[in-house]
């Protein structure tokens, strides 16, 4: 066998959107990724999914090719259920047999007509070797919080009965919750599947049956991956609970995808005594941007400012929370912000505030505020947590609760030296071409073992 891991690599990085048309915490790692491996003298190439087009498209963004495969599958509830497959697995399937690369990594699935687990089983038949990132926490929590029914953080194992409870709750059955989730696990005992009823009855009546799918899927990814990147220790011990051979688990933690260094970004210094806030992110419900506005519509116009940049997730949430905010004069709403200017404008303000309604993974944000010399307040979930040590490099207030992101923020007002103190805390950060060299010693491993 050739020795792959002294020569060229040909890899395919799999997600379902990428830059510019989408800009997130995926698109720019893979981003990241794939401009380090090519840096390495490695073949790099994108796949993403032509949604609702008959044929392929190419585009070359910053150096690298993007290919993407025709996509027409009409989402309906068969597929979203995972009853059929979509069409575009066929072309994808062709790419692999036209490229035939030797790497395949995936970094997302969807739930409906974009890149499936039937894609990653088709990476492995076709011989290639297979590799996925864990950017999100819903492969093995269908409510993607790691919160047992949004109250007590969730040690991370899939349990059908314990699961389907609080997925229940999750989706507004509160009071008939557990009726029904008795009665889904009856259904499930007695092989009934009620999802195939097509109706909203039956697929609540067949959650059970939902949770049970999802650790059969969750178990075929693993089956089907040479080897799973986790992001983070938290993670890592999840997967591990889930029954995850260590040895299939890489971990390689996230790093900064900027080559701006901490002491190179000028400091800007504060000619008044209001508490600077900045948000960042997609303007989306997950991101908790509502928290944050509720919070400071509750706190003095006079001492505290909010300047948002982000982009719009297509929703109405932003044109509502827009109409909430218009008489506040210290919100404000500045658009979207170029990747590459984000260290620089976040030197402007005292603070990053991320209000996560979900378990993230590791944001990137957080160490993009740590290089621009700033805390953060964020959500306490797992992904935020890991890397802020409250009262040190930034603040952890309560999941959901907008009482106590505003006691937070009031006690930054009360004692201004607390926000001065976490500046002084921010340790190095971890460069993204630590991040690509550990990946790629992970496929020249993965290659070498063959």
């Known amino acids: 066998m050739a020795k792959y891991f002294e020569l060229q690599l040909k890899v395919l990085q799999v997600l379902n959107h990428f830059l510019p048309q989408k800009v997130a915490g995926t698109e720019v790692y893979v981003w990241a990724l794939s401009k380090q491996l090519q ?9 993403i999914p032509n949604y609702d087009n008959s044929k392929s498209e190419y585009y070359n963004y910053d150096d690298l090719d993007v290919h993407k495969y025709p996509e027409t599958t009409k989402v309906d509830r068969a597929l979203i259920m995972g009853f059929k497959s979509p069409d575009g697995l066929v072309s994808f399937t062709n790419y692999l047999q036209l490229k035939k690369p030797d790497i395949v990594h995936f970094h997302e699935l969807a739930g409906s007509n974009g890149i499936t687990l039937g ?27 790691l919160l047992y029914k949004e109250e007590i953080q969730c040690a991370g194992m899939i349990d059908i009965a314990k699961c389907s409870s609080c997925y229940l709750q999750s989706r507004g059955h509160n009071k008939v919750g557990w009726i029904l989730s008795a009665a889904s696990n009856v259904l499930f005992t007695l092989k009934i ?14 959650t059970s049956f939902l949770i049970n799918k999802q650790k059969n899927d969750f178990d075929l ?6 080897k799973v990147i986790s992001l983070t220790k938290w993670y890592r011990e999840i997967l591990l609970l889930n029954g995850v051979s260590p040895q299939k688990i890489a971990f390689i933690p996230q790093g900064l995808t900027s080559n701006v260094i901490l002491n190179n970004v000028e400091k800007i210094e504060k000619s ?8 960042v992110g997609r303007i989306s419900y997950f991101k908790g941007l509502h928290l944050l506005i509720d919070a400071l519509m509750q706190l003095s116009k006079d001492s505290v400012a909010l300047d948002i940049y982000g982009q ?17 004069t210290n919100i404000r ?20 505030c991320l209000c996560s309604t979900f378990s993230e993974m590791s944001p990137l944000v957080i160490q993009e505020a740590f290089a621009a010399g700033i805390p953060v307040l964020a959500s306490n979930v797992y992904g935020n947590a890991e890397q802020i040590i409250p ?29 001065e103190i976490a500046k002084r805390n921010n340790k190095p950060i971890r460069s993204f071409g630590s991040v690509a060299q550990e990946q790629l010693l992970v496929y020249q491993n993965v290659m070498r073992a063959e």
Request: charged share 20%; proline share 1%.
């Open 221 to 226: 990814l693993i089956k089907h991956c040479d």
């Open 333 to 352: 709403w500045c658009g979207k912000l170029a990747q590459n200017q984000v260290i620089y404008k976040m030197k402007q303000y005292d603070v990053l």
């Open 391 to 419: 009262n040190e490099n930034g603040w952890l207030f309560k999941f959901k609760d907008v009482n106590d992101l505003k006691i937070k923020l009031q006690q930054l007002l009360d004692n201004p030296t607390l926000v």
């Open 312 to 328: 719009n997730d297509g929703t109405d949430y932003e044109q509502l929370l827009k109409e909430k905010s218009s008489r506040y």
């Open 119 to 145: 894609h990653v089983i088709a990476a492995k038949n076709f011989g290639a070797k297979v590799f996925f990132t864990f950017h999100l926490a819903g492969y093995s929590c269908k409510t993607g919080s």
């Open 272 to 279: 008044d005594n209001v508490l600077r806030l900045i948000f």
């Open 39 to 47: 840096t390495l003298g490695h073949h790099v190439e994108i796949i």
């Open 193 to 206: 599947n009620s999802t195939k009823w097509n109706n909203k009855i039956g697929t609540a009546l067949g």
